[in-house]
């Protein structure tokens, strides 16, 4: 037989079920219904749910079939019109068996009641005290009492891994957990915390946070429906309506149709440990779902298994604080985005997931059942924990629930309380910061009130040529000679002023004092000017002056050198006559 994909959906008078059953004969089906139980056959389907509440026949029921969906519904009346029903999406708990009365059970959960969706897992209606719970001091240690350590949801087993040791360190950070107290791995857990601590990436992060800010901004699916749940609330004190805002996917109805239906007999301790590893687990997935923004990758499974010591460590907790305390340690720790802001934003996602209540944690403990699968070797966690967590919750309280999301509402959360040293580590690199920003600015100040050096010239045009022509000495040869070369050629625009300034006008040669600039400062006659009525050559008086010019700009020491070129430049050619 094949059980078919169902929905339940109520109003006033009626609840109403949906079966999809597309390769069935429509001719031949029956549908029996009394009391709690309800029974559809449609062969190759078979449908048998047990109701949280009481249906009747009388004549009011109706069905009827789409053709082209291939979907029975069946309208059923109400024993009591108006009656809410309860826990109509939590389908592996529908789909429980009656419990039977012929024979006694050889284990029997005393309180337990015949159909309820909260009955099996609490045995009273005491409320947790969810403070840091104190125990007698034992002189005997936990190893020497039970040699083998105990783990997984409600810490009921025990002995896996000794079997599974090939993949054991791609799963979890504990060595050898069915041989480690819990009180040693918690001193493993916090001190491989410490040693993976890495201060450059956390002030990395702290510092350029664009991408931090730009993931706390992502609006996962909880805030919507959050939303919507104050709304009602202020219009309706109704808690009972809130289990109708979230809702499950046709894939999501399968996952919760394929879990096998179990009772958890756990006792007050082991209770409180699955609500606390709950809120651990929980927040683990928040951050995931978050930095992803709901678009999971390859690293999802990594980052809810690393972030949750439940998961990775097998840790047990005493009170709500520390979970969060632990959260905010590892996700500074180990996953890409390391930010504070980030650990509270989690933080108050999760109370919004627990002020929803059992379907929306149940929403999130599918999607989180559905990555491990899908990852090798991660799946072994689903066997230990979340598919556990799967059928339990569905059978939780959800008053229990409430006060478990106000317990974590009343926790506050500090950077000194991480044990990091946060707080210093932020103060000194803001130090250090400020520092280099002073240092900049007085270094740039210092730049701008600096002035330019530049030399004084009284005729810039001709101190170049003589700067140019030999401030500098140098030992080689080759460096002399092309300095040698670069003053004569800075010579040559004065000599031909000078030449235009003894140039014949209307046939007769123009005489002038010769005056040439032969330092930077200061202004001499190089040569007197011939007394008139003299005949001298042009040339030869050309000649001289040049001879001058050149001794005067020479640099000491290179006079030797310069006579061989005062004597080239002094044969001028023939033609300038």
């Not at 053709?67 to 592996?92: S, V």
């Not at 309506?241 to 999501?252: D, G, H, I, R």
């Amino acid at each position: 037989m094949i059980t078919p994909a169902f929905d339940l959906s109520q109003d006033s008078d009626f609840l109403i079920v949906a079966i999809r059953v597309p390769y069935a004969r429509v001719s031949e089906f029956d549908v029996y219904f009394e009391g709690a139980d309800f029974k559809f056959y449609a062969k190759p389907y078979y449908l048998r749910l047990t109701l949280p509440g009481r249906i009747v026949e009388n004549g009011s029921e109706q069905g009827s079939y789409d053709a082209d969906k291939g979907i029975f519904t069946i309208r059923l009346p109400k024993e009591t019109p108006g009656q809410r029903f309860e826990g109509l999406n939590m389908l592996t708990a529908l789909l429980a068996p009656r419990k039977s009365r012929a024979a006694k059970p050889l284990v029997e959960e005393i309180g337990a009641s015949e159909v309820s969706e909260e009955g099996v897992d609490d045995d009273d209606d005491e409320e947790f005290d969810w403070q840091i719970e104190q125990s007698p001091y034992e002189e005997v240690s936990e190893s020497a009492l039970n040699p083998q350590c105990r783990y997984g949801f409600g810490n009921l087993r025990s002995g896996v891994f000794q079997r599974l040791q090939d993949e054991l360190n791609d799963v979890i950070d504990i060595r050898d957990p069915d041989f480690t107290p819990a009180a040693e791995r918690r001193q493993k857990r916090l001190a491989a915390e410490l040693a993976k601590f890495d201060p450059d990436h956390y002030l990395a992060d702290f510092f350029e946070d664009e991408a931090i800010e730009q993931v706390l901004k992502y609006n996962p699916w909880w805030n919507e429906k959050y939303s919507e749940m104050m709304t009602s609330l202020g219009k309706s004190q109704e808690q009972d309506s809130l289990a109708a805002l979230v809702s499950f996917s046709e894939e999501e109805k399968y996952q919760l149709q394929k879990f096998v239906n179990k009772s958890y007999l756990l006792d007050k301790r082991a209770h409180r440990q699955v609500y606390y590893s709950l809120i651990d687990i929980l927040l683990a997935y928040c951050y995931e779902t978050r930095v992803t923004e709901g678009e999971k990758n390859v690293e999802s499974a990594w980052n809810i298994r690393k972030l949750s010591p439940t998961l990775c460590w097998f840790e047990t907790w005493t009170n709500v604080h520390e979970i969060l305390v632990s959260f905010g340690r590892r996700v500074l720790c180990y996953p890409f985005y390391r930010h504070f802001k980030l650990v509270m934003k989690v933080y108050r996602d999760t109370i919004k997931i627990l002020q929803l209540g059992k379907s929306a944690v149940l929403k999130c403990l599918l999607d989180i059942h559905k990555i491990f699968q899908e990852n090798d070797p991660a799946y072994i966690l689903n066997d230990l924990y979340i598919s556990d967590y799967c059928v339990w919750i569905q059978k939780a309280k959800s008053k229990k629930l409430a006060a478990l999301a106000e317990a974590l509402k009343k926790v506050s959360l500090t950077k000194a309380q991480l044990g990091l040293e946060l707080e210093e580590l932020e103060a000194a690199a803001l130090l250090v910061q400020e520092e280099e920003s002073a240092s900049k600015a007085a270094h740039s100040t210092c730049r701008q009130q600096t002035p330019h050096s530049s030399s004084e010239t009284s005729d810039s045009e001709e101190s170049e040529s003589t700067s140019s022509s030999g401030t500098q000495d140098s030992d080689s040869e080759d460096e002399l000679k092309d300095r040698k070369s670069e003053t004569v050629n800075s010579l040559q625009d004065p000599l031909v002023k000078q030449i235009r300034a003894l140039l014949i006008d209307d046939g007769e040669v123009c005489r002038k004092p010769a005056i040439l600039k032969s330092d930077v400062s200061q202004e001499r006659p190089l040569a007197p000017s011939p007394a008139p009525g003299r005949s001298r050559p042009l040339i030869e008086e050309l000649g001289e002056q040049l001879k001058t010019v050149i001794k005067i700009s020479e640099p000491e020491g290179s006079a030797s050198g310069n006579q061989s070129n005062i004597q080239d430049r002094g044969n001028l050619p023939a033609d300038t006559k």
